[in-house]
């Protein structure tokens, strides 16, 4: 399976702290991404970072690549309570088609 | 610009019985990929309609299968309903054309299939 793993699978921060979720995956990409799914909701897109950049930054998130060792980092700097969600990292076939293989989640809960 | 739209949000059908579900994508995407979300499972590629045609497709029985219409909505029918097939069911919108693995997928609200 092309599925990626993810870790922890469970994170439970106080409001105001950081959360940093890991993600592993198998084979060779073009690019890897990160969603969030709130409880009953569909996946919201938060970055896409590709295979030849390191770390890339979006407002309170911040990303790292590491190809050599096939894993992903996903960093959520001073969390808020509307944070509280599953959090999924998913990558490419790296044939550039468009289907997406998705890790098995992180549920991220930030306490007020 | 409106998102991605699935109907119904809901539906409980019995063993044997298919079902339709059906995903209209954001305006000028003319990529649609279906994924069926289970607790076991995870996230789990269906197939991808692009221009009509299915450009790709995971690994699920015969018994799931899709089409595109020309305005790029797109429908997605399962037959012979199994337990199994209960589950949350994903569409994602995206532009499609290009380097199209490298383009941020849009998803919907999902249709929940539950099956007695």
């Known amino acids: 399976s092309q599925q990626g793993e993810e870790d922890p699978q469970a994170l439970s921060i106080q409001e105001g702290e950081n959360a940093t979720m890991n993600c592993s995956y198998k084979t060779i990409i073009n690019n890897l991404q990160w969603y969030r799914q709130n409880s009953g909701r569909g996946l919201v897109h938060l970055i896409l970072?590709?295979?030849?950049?390191r770390e890339k930054h979006s407002g309170r998130l911040r990303v790292t690549l590491d190809t050599s060792k096939k894993s992903s980092s996903l960093l959520i700097t001073a969390s808020r309570a509307a944070d509280t969600a599953s959090y999924f990292c998913?990558?490419?076939?790296?044939?550039?088609?468009?289907?997406?293989?998705f890790g098995t989640g992180t549920r991220l809960t930030v306490i007020p | 610009k409106a998102g991605v739209t699935q109907t119904p949000r809901y539906l409980i059908k019995t063993r044997g019985q298919q079902v339709t579900l059906s995903c209209s994508p954001i305006?000028?995407?003319?990529?649609v990929s279906w994924y069926q979300q289970t607790p076991g499972q995870g996230l789990q590629f269906l197939f991808e309609y692009f221009s009509e045609t299915q450009r790709n497709k995971g690994n699920f029985p015969g018994r799931f299968s899709g089409r595109q219409f020309s305005n790029s909505r797109s429908e997605m029918n399962v037959s012979t309903l199994e337990l199994g097939d209960s589950a949350l069911y994903l569409c994602?919108?995206?532009?499609?054309?290009?380097?199209?693995?490298?383009?941020?997928?849009?998803f919907g609200d999902g249709t929940r299939l539950s099956i007695l």
């Open positions: 994602a919108s995206s532009l499609g054309a290009g380097t199209h693995s490298n383009q941020p997928q849009h």
């Open positions: 305006s000028g995407h003319r990529s």
């Open positions: 970072i590709r295979s030849n950049e």
């Open positions: 998913a990558t490419d076939a790296g044939t550039g088609a468009n289907n997406l293989f």
